[in-house]
Structures are given as C-alpha cells and as structure tokens.
C-alpha cells in the first residue's frame, strides 16, 4: 500500500481542461500536501464543445483561463498543449509534444485516462502517455529536452461515471473534497452548461463518483485507480 507521495513527482495528463478535477484532483491535492511537485498537463484546447454564446476561439481563451485558476488553487504546474479537440491521436507528432513535457517536469508517476474511457480524445491521451512516458527515457527519441534517466509509473484513473472501470486499489481524498470543489468552480463555461441535454451536471457528478468510491473504499471520498501493467511499468512503492 502506497501511504505517501513524498518521494514522487506527480503529474496529470488530461484530455480537457475539466477532466483532473473531475477524476484525479483529490490525489493530486494529497500528493502536494505530502509537499511534492504537482503538474496538470491539458492535451486539449476545450474548443469545440460550444455553448451558443461562445466561438471556438473565445472558448479555448477562457478554458485556457480556467485552467490556469484550477492550477493556482492547488499549487500545480500547468502544461498546456493545446490540441484542437477532436483531433488527438497517438502519432509520431503528438507523442513528441508530450515526451517534451516529461522531460521538463520529470515526473515519477504519471495519471492517465483509462483504455475503456468513453471519449475518444481520453483514450487517445491515455494512448500517448503509455506511449511516450515509455520512449521518454530514451536517447534516441530527440526532443529539446534531454531524455529522463527512467519511466515514471502509470496508473489509470477511473472513468466518467465509473462506466467499465474496476479499480484495483483507492485513494482517499475526503480531506481534499473543499479543493476539488474549488478547482471545478473555475471551470465556469462547463458548470453553465448543466442544463443542456447533450451535456452532464458535472459538480454533481465529481460529488456522486467520489463518495460511491468512497463507500467502495470505506472512507467519504475517494478516487479509483488501476496500475498499468506492462512489462517495467509498475513501480514498488
């Protein structure tokens, strides 16, 4: 059991703008109170889930805002690629973007959206950091940066409402649920659109998804997660 972070380097890398306060913010909260370094890495611009008021432009400046506010609050570094949505893939391009980002922050574990996630942009950022955290260490693959002395660990974080996901181990963040809260209120252009039909109640649904983990666990709020296991990418803590 993995009781502390403090010997680690934590970093997020998310689709969108929204998706670590979602599914991962608790853990990351937790890991920065056991006094590590902290880093969000957004794939993702926000640019194409358009609110009727917004044009693509203007909804990337404001997510890009968000962001930067939800980073502040929990004293993380922010890495934005800014990817359009919807064209993330698992290429040559996109996996040098983001072998660059582990280069600088040189993280030892690494939180990643789950193969089973329902959005194709989560799968395919899932793909790259099993990718590129895996050729991040080598000499070979050259970006500005040079190459870590090792891979940091993956561990998948739970998907959206817990579809298809079995967790294999819990993180309790019930003393970080304030903060989590705090981060998503920053996300205001996505917190607007709760009422629409094509879109969720997504205070509601972070509250709902870590108190049934929570109760998973035996704990008030907890977040799920799943080590990625390939041959030297599990770490013993």
């Not at 008021?53 to 934005?80: V, Y």
């Not at 089973?116 to 950091?129: K, M, N, Q, S, T």
């Not at 998907?159 to 903060?179: C, G, K, N, R």
């Not at 094509?198 to 929570?214: E, H, I, N, T």
């Amino acid at each position: 059991m993995k009781l502390n972070f403090t010997s680690d380097r934590v970093m997020a890398v998310m689709a969108h703008p929204d998706d670590a306060e979602l599914l991962c913010a608790g853990t990351l909260a937790r890991a920065r109170s056991d006094g590590v370094a902290v880093s969000v890495c957004v794939m993702c611009k926000g640019d194409k889930g358009l609110p009727p008021e917004e044009t693509p432009a203007s909804l990337a400046d404001a997510r890009w805002g968000e962001a930067k506010a939800a980073a502040k609050l929990l004293g993380a570094e922010l890495h934005w690629l800014g990817y359009p949505d919807g064209e993330l893939a698992d290429d040559v391009p996109h996996r040098r973007g983001l072998m660059e980002v582990f280069r600088r922050f040189n993280p030892t574990l690494v939180l990643a959206h789950a193969p089973e996630d329902y959005h194709p942009d989560h799968r395919a950022a899932g793909a790259l950091v099993q990718s590129a955290s895996w050729f991040c260490s080598s000499r070979g693959h050259v970006t500005e940066s040079a190459a870590m002395a090792t891979q940091p660990a993956v561990w998948f974080v739970d998907t959206i409402a817990m579809h298809e996901f079995a967790p294999e181990f819990y993180v309790d963040v019930s003393a970080h649920m304030q903060l989590k809260r705090d981060m998503m209120q920053c996300h205001q252009t996505q917190l607007r659109r709760e009422k629409s039909k094509d879109f969720a109640p997504l205070m509601q649904l972070m509250l709902r998804q870590c108190a049934a983990r929570g109760d998973q666990a035996g704990v008030l709020a907890a977040e799920a997660f799943r080590l990625h296991r390939a041959f030297k990418r599990v770490a013993a803590w």
